[in-house]
């Protein structure tokens, strides 16, 4: 059974920096890129990161770049989101998805941990 | 604003058919699969239809998507009060080199 279960969130001041990380179990976590979505309070989903199997590719919305850096451990099985100068808007949950052939292909989720930015 | 344009709700009788649309560019839909994700509330989202029109297994055939030149919809058809969720389409967009979601739409079944 695929699980995905991240964990790291929580309350920030803006600027702060926080790492977010989403455990693999129950797939071959090296065979697959994994992506970071998240959803602030009552807001959609928005596309933040994404990294390939290798981890030799990474992708980022245009909200995040030069702030996030994406990263993976497949000795660990693990999914990382390093985030730097935090500001208020980055205030939500964040997804961890595991990423099926294509970048906008999620095929499994994990159940959110929730990053909030307050002073 | 999103790249991708839904409209933020519809509405349709149980057992009646509804249509949500998905409008983007030519460096997004019009050139990348489209997938779509139903969400209930303070849940996960879960994987409806990906490559434009094609169905997780699992994943009832009232559910259908479709691609057109710079739009996408999914149908769902036979309406049930259990599909009263939100929706959002998703997409590469290639001048990005990033992914990007719809607005999300939310289903009522009066």
């Known amino acids: 059974e695929v699980q995905l279960l991240e964990s790291g969130g929580g309350l920030l001041q803006p600027g702060g920096s926080l790492r977010l990380s989403c455990a693999a179990s129950?797939?071959?976590?090296?065979?697959?890129?994994m992506t970071w979505v998240r959803q602030a309070p009552g807001k959609g989903l928005e596309w933040v990161s994404a990294?390939?199997?290798?981890?030799?590719?990474?992708y980022y919305a245009d909200s995040v770049k030069g702030r996030f850096t994406i990263s993976r451990d497949n000795s660990k099985n693990t999914l990382y989101l390093q985030m730097n100068g935090l500001r208020a808007e980055d205030a939500a949950a964040y997804y961890c998805?595991?990423?099926?052939?294509?970048?906008?292909?999620?095929?499994?989720w994990g159940q959110g941990t929730l990053v909030t930015v307050s002073s | 604003q999103s790249v991708l344009t839904q409209p933020p709700s519809v509405s349709a009788a149980p057992g009646q058919k509804v249509t949500i649309s998905c409008s983007g560019s030519?460096?997004?839909?019009?050139?990348?699969?489209v997938s779509w994700y139903q969400q209930f509330p303070a849940t996960a989202p879960k994987l409806l239809i990906y490559d434009n029109n094609k169905r997780p297994s699992g994943i009832p055939d009232r559910f259908s998507g479709s691609r057109s030149g710079t739009s996408a919809t999914l149908d769902i058809t036979g309406l049930q009060t259990g599909d009263e969720a939100d929706y959002y389409c998703?997409?590469?967009?290639?001048?990005?080199?990033?992914?990007?979601f719809g607005g999300g739409t939310k289903l009522t079944v009066l």
């Open positions: 998805a595991k990423t099926q052939t294509y970048y906008q292909n999620f095929d499994y």
């Open positions: 990294i390939s199997g290798s981890g030799g590719s990474t």
């Open positions: 129950g797939f071959t976590f090296s065979s697959y890129a």
């Open positions: 998703v997409t590469w967009d290639s001048s990005l080199s990033a992914g990007v």
């Open positions: 030519s460096s997004n839909i019009g050139n990348n699969y």
